[in-house]
């Protein structure tokens, strides 16, 4: 039960970040977590994710793919964090699927999240819409299925798990056929 409301809080998450563009109300968010997460132990090992996320956030807007109003806002920092800590719980069925999978939801998911954000004025794309949903799309392929790995690496979800075992040791997912 945890995972789909941890998934589904997300989701709410998100939208609050995109619509409303404050720290304050993701912060409340981000305690629930902390507060009713079954592994708070482990959920702090999910942070290198997160600043990873941001770093490619700020690279990309550096690079001028983004645009926001006043720099590069504390509350994309606070949705990084919330997406790291969703990988581990409401995302978790993600490690069952073979990279390939995880491509496609990634790229799929990943621009199409950028590509809602702009359309509520959360984001500019200054490179164009298709232009932009195209970068994302290539660049979320390959992010998400190596974010699932760096969960795994990083030992943020049960340990006990044999597909866990099978990816952190042998860096592919169940699914994928052997080459």
């Known amino acids: 039960m945890w995972p789909w409301m941890q998934l589904l809080g997300f989701n709410l998450f998100w939208l609050l970040a995109v619509a409303w563009q404050q720290p304050a109300p993701l912060l409340g968010f981000l305690a629930l977590h902390g507060l009713f997460s079954p592994q ?3 959920d702090l090992r999910l942070l290198p994710l997160a600043l ?3 770093l490619l956030d700020a690279l990309l807007w550096q690079l001028g793919l983004f645009e926001f109003a006043s720099g590069f806002p504390l509350w994309l920092a606070l ?3 919330g997406f790291a800590l969703t990988l581990a719980h409401g995302l978790r069925w ?3 699927l073979p ?4 491509a496609l939801i990634g790229g799929v998911g990943g621009a199409s999240s950028y590509v809602t954000g702009a359309a509520m004025g959360a984001v500019q794309l200054p490179w164009g819409l298709g232009i932009s949903s195209a970068v994302l799309a290539l660049i979320w392929a390959g992010w998400l299925p190596l974010l699932v790995w ?3 690496k990083l030992q943020a979800c049960d340990p006990a798990s044999k597909r866990v075992h099978a990816l952190a040791n042998t860096g592919t997912s169940p699914g994928d056929k052997p080459s």
């Open 40 to 42: 708070r132990s482990r």
């Open 52 to 54: 990873a996320g941001c």
């Open 79 to 81: 949705l990084w964090l």
């Open 94 to 96: 993600l490690l069952r």
């Open 99 to 102: 990279r390939w999978q995880q």
């Open 150 to 152: 760096g969960m795994v």
